[in-house]
């Protein structure tokens, strides 16, 4: 009997932030029954083994049907890809459009006729409606279908999208299709393309926080400028502690926080090969021994010269005695 089970490491990178906790733990849950008996166990029976309600297990099988890690077979489920030991079948993406332009306008009716006709759509709806906290106007619907029919998009890449968005708390439904334009416009129509795109985020959001802490910047987002600034250091691989003590040169030179005065000091480190804070060290310790010494002048002490008198002063009681004596002769 088996004791271990196979798991990609790719899956836990993705899933365990873009897919709720509940969610995550029934599918290892389920990975782990299957490569035991043979088989995925019903709904009903993993709610039971679980002691959860069952329409949760049932949503969490409805998810990961609709992202592609799961799939209908012989009445039940069954898993796809890697961690079944068997091939993956990956939903084949519509084909983008060369230039994307005004989404085209749906009725009601159209948009209900496909949901009728297509259960993945409806997972969809039911989901963006848990994932955004509240229910879906017909706007809202025939937006959500758009990024399926307009963009091309997959129903497991929308609902990438949508867990990623609302995991950052961004819930507008005008954010949200600016950002799917956006990810259609790059070409993030695929699984693959998305989850390489949502590492690459990952990576950006977890840098950029980190500056923030850096910069003191705790209580507000980066404005759009700060964002390019940061980006750029990013590409000349700047190390955090150079830009600790850019921030701190640059608040004892101006005062405040000065992206662009941070971003003179950063490059010319750069252009001066200085890679860490020792080289820093040193290039500061050379340029303080190459300026010249200033001039000291020498304290006096006390001598015999510091008592001379300078006998070409002129006693001006004494000449205006005189001269008061001279005109009382004279006079």
Not at 47 to 61: D, M
Not at 145 to 170: E, H, N, Q, R
Not at 244 to 268: N, P
Request: aromatic share 10%; hydrophobic share 35%; charged share 30%.
């Amino acid at each position: 009997m088996e004791t271990t089970f196979p798991l990609e490491m790719e899956f836990a990178e993705v899933w365990a932030k873009n897919s709720r906790p509940e969610h995550f733990q029934i599918y290892i849950y389920l990975l782990c029954r299957f490569h035991r008996t043979g088989r995925v166990p019903p709904a009903a029976e993993a709610a039971k083994s679980l002691n959860v309600p069952e329409n949760v297990v049932e949503g969490a099988l409805d998810f990961w049907r609709a992202v592609g890690l799961m799939e209908h077979r012989g009445g039940g489920y069954a898993f796809c890809g890697k961690s079944a030991r068997q091939p993956a079948e990956p939903e084949p993406p519509k084909a983008a459009p060369a230039v994307v332009q005004s989404r085209p306008a749906y009725s009601p009716v159209e948009v209900g006729e496909a949901l009728d006709n297509n259960e993945d759509l409806a997972f969809l709806m039911k989901q963006a409606q848990i994932l955004l906290g509240k229910p879906l106007r017909s706007s809202d619907a025939e937006t959500l279908y758009s990024f399926y029919d307009w963009l091309g998009m997959p129903v497991s890449v929308i609902v990438m999208l949508l867990t990623y968005l609302a995991g950052k708390g961004k819930k507008s439904m005008r954010y949200i299709e600016q950002t799917a334009v956006s990810w259609a416009d790059q070409g993030i129509v695929t699984l693959e393309a998305a989850d390489k795109y949502l590492k690459f985020m990952e990576r950006r959001d977890s840098r950029e926080g980190k500056i923030c802490r850096l910069l003191g910047i705790n209580d507000r987002n980066l404005t759009e400028n700060e964002q390019k600034y940061i980006s750029a250091w990013a590409e000349m691989a700047t190390p955090p502690e150079l830009i600790s003590e850019a921030y701190s040169r640059t608040v004892e030179a101006t005062g405040k926080l000065s992206m662009a005065y941070m971003d003179k000091i950063l490059r010319t480190w750069k252009e001066k090969g200085i890679k860490t804070t020792e080289k820093l060290r040193q290039a500061d310790e050379e340029y303080k021994n190459s300026r010249p010494q200033a001039f000291v002048k020498p304290k006096l002490t006390g001598t015999r010269f510091n008592n001379f008198t300078n006998r070409t002063a002129v006693d001006y009681d004494l000449a205006a005695k005189r001269k008061a004596e001279n005109m009382k002769r004279e006079g």
